[in-house]
């Protein structure tokens, strides 16, 4: 059974930094291109991050509203990949979802990942 969890989320204030955690079970997370997504409340859900498959270059598309900021990383000899975020701001709440897509290439569009962790709750407020 695939099960991708993720942890990391919390209250933080403005300017202040998370890393978020997606550790994968029962799936080889560099055999995915991974992406992270974030819906606040209201809002449809959106692509942050993703990067290729670990086999494929190691090109990362960014949301224009996170470049800068945020970073993806892996760890392939923990199955987890990180989302390193930075200089958050107000308009950075919302749930954050890792999510693996079995092409080689990561993008930006929710329809191409089949796998998905539950969720992580990051606030970002003073």
């Known amino acids: 059974q695939v099960q991708l969890v993720e942890s990391g989320g919390g209250l933080v204030q403005p300017g202040g930094s998370l890393r978020l955690s997606c550790a994968a079970s029962?799936?080889?997370?560099?055999?995915?291109?991974i992406g992270w997504f974030r819906q606040a409340p209201g809002k449809e859900r959106e692509g942050v991050i993703c990067?290729?498959?670990?086999?494929?270059?190691?090109?990362?598309i960014y949301a224009d509203s996170v470049k800068g900021r945020f970073t993806i990383s892996r760890d392939n000899a923990k199955n987890t990949v990180y989302l390193q975020m930075n200089s958050l701001k107000p308009e950075d709440t919302a749930v954050y979802y890792c999510?693996?897509?079995?092409?080689?290439?990561?993008?930006?569009?929710?329809?191409?990942?089949?796998?998905w962790g539950q969720g992580t709750q990051v606030t970002v407020s003073s």
């Open positions: 999510a693996a897509s079995p092409r080689r290439y990561g993008r930006t569009a929710i329809n191409e990942y089949d796998f």
């Open positions: 029962g799936l080889r997370l560099d055999d995915y291109a």
């Open positions: 990067i290729n498959e670990a086999d494929a270059d190691d090109k990362t």
